[in-house]
Each structure stands twice: as structure tokens, then as C-alpha cells.
């Protein structure tokens, strides 16, 4: 079984995400998207942009096993997770719930008062929806990207 460890990200780690969520976004989030859409999409997620977002007001988890990056979570303003994302080979061992425990864990302890949104892809609304997220409203298009207003409200 493999070990899996998760850390914060630090600006280091830009590129590296960037390939993760380009090729997964590619394989399974851009192709209902308009070509417009897909360029949009694809383009705020290049090692600038997400080395602009650790530098920014995001707080990275990077879910590793060995060398291999297994999963990316991210969240903007301590209360928006803007990235989900766990790797093919690390998928059904409870690894996104790993993640969001971390984000929301930390997230809490930071302040936020137990809310939190996911703009989610139409592909990834059923792991968010197993997390506890529930729609806020229906699909959304904007700047030929497609995704769902969804929210988690914690429990007490």
C-alpha cells in the first residue's frame, strides 16, 4: 500500500501543479466547454497564474506518495476551495476526503465560521455532493466555462 503524505504548497510547487490540474482538467472537465471556454479555462491554470495564487490569498495542500504528486487542494479567501484534485492511480482510497479535511480543518481553526463554496466542474459534482457540498444553483456558464454554485455549511 502506498504511503501518502499531505503538505502545504509553497511557490516551488507552481509548475508542478499546473501539469496536475492542466492534464486532469483536459482528460475530464474542458471537453463540454466551448473551444473559447477551454482556452479560458486552461489558460488560469499555467504555472504563472497558480504561482500568482500562492503568492496571493490561497492556501495550498499538495497529498504526495513518494515523489509523486497524488492530489492538489486549494482554497481562496479562507473560505472558497478552488482546487480538488486527486490523480488517477490515488482515486476510490478516501484521498479527497483526506484533503478537504485539511483545508477545512485549517480553515476553522483560521476563522472561517463552518461555510465554504465550490464552484464545482459538472464531472466532480457527485464527489462534492459525498463531501457534504449541495448545489446553490444550477450550471453556470460564464466565459464559455461550465460549473456548479455549490455549499458546504459545517454541522454546529
Same mark, same amino acid.
Given at each position: 500500500?502506498?504511503?501518502?503524505?499531505?503538505?502545504? *504548497?509553497?511557490?516551488?510547487?507552481? *509548475?508542478?501543479?499546473? @501539469?496536475?490540474?492542466?492534464?486532469?482538467? %483536459? +482528460?475530464?472537465?474542458?471537453?463540454?466547454?466551448?473551444? #473559447?471556454?477551454? #482556452?479560458?479555462?486552461?489558460?488560469?491554470? @499555467?504555472?504563472? %497564474?497558480?504561482?500568482?495564487?500562492?503568492?496571493?490569498?490561497?492556501?495550498?495542500?499538495?497529498? %504526495?506518495?513518494?515523489?509523486?504528486?497524488?492530489?492538489? =487542494?486549494?482554497i481562496r479567501s479562507n473560505a472558497h476551495l478552488y482546487y480538488l484534485f486527486v490523480g488517477k492511480p490515488f482515486?476510490?482510497?478516501?484521498?479527497?476526503?483526506?484533503?478537504?479535511?485539511?483545508?477545512? +480543518?485549517?480553515?476553522? =481553526?483560521? *476563522?472561517?465560521?463552518?461555510?465554504?463554496?465550490?464552484?464545482?466542474?459538472?464531472?466532480?459534482?457527485?464527489?462534492?455532493?459525498?463531501?457534504?457540498?449541495?448545489?446553490? +444553483?444550477?450550471?453556470? %456558464?460564464?466565459? *464559455?466555462?461550465?460549473?456548479?454554485?455549490?455549499?458546504?455549511?459545517?454541522?454546529?
Amino acid at each position: 500500500m502506498r504511503t501518502l503524505s499531505i503538505r502545504r *504548497g509553497t511557490i516551488e510547487d507552481a *509548475g508542478r501543479i499546473s @501539469t496536475f490540474i492542466t492534464a486532469l482538467s %483536459e +482528460e475530464y472537465i474542458v471537453g463540454e466547454f466551448s473551444p #473559447e471556454g477551454r #482556452e479560458h479555462f486552461l489558460r488560469d491554470h @499555467t504555472a504563472s %497564474e497558480v504561482h500568482k495564487r500562492l503568492a496571493g490569498d490561497f492556501r495550498f495542500y499538495l497529498a %504526495e506518495s513518494d515523489d509523486e504528486l497524488a492530489g492538489v =487542494a486549494a482554497i481562496r479567501s479562507n473560505a472558497h476551495l478552488y482546487y480538488l484534485f486527486v490523480g488517477k492511480p490515488f482515486r476510490g482510497m478516501g484521498l479527497a476526503r483526506r484533503l478537504w479535511a485539511c483545508v477545512k +480543518e485549517e480553515s476553522l =481553526a483560521l *476563522g472561517n465560521p463552518g461555510t465554504f463554496t465550490v464552484n464545482a466542474s459538472n464531472y466532480a459534482v457527485t464527489a462534492y455532493e459525498r463531501l457534504g457540498f449541495r448545489r446553490t +444553483e444550477p450550471t453556470t %456558464e460564464k466565459n *464559455g466555462v461550465l460549473y456548479n454554485p455549490m455549499q458546504f455549511v459545517s454541522a454546529g
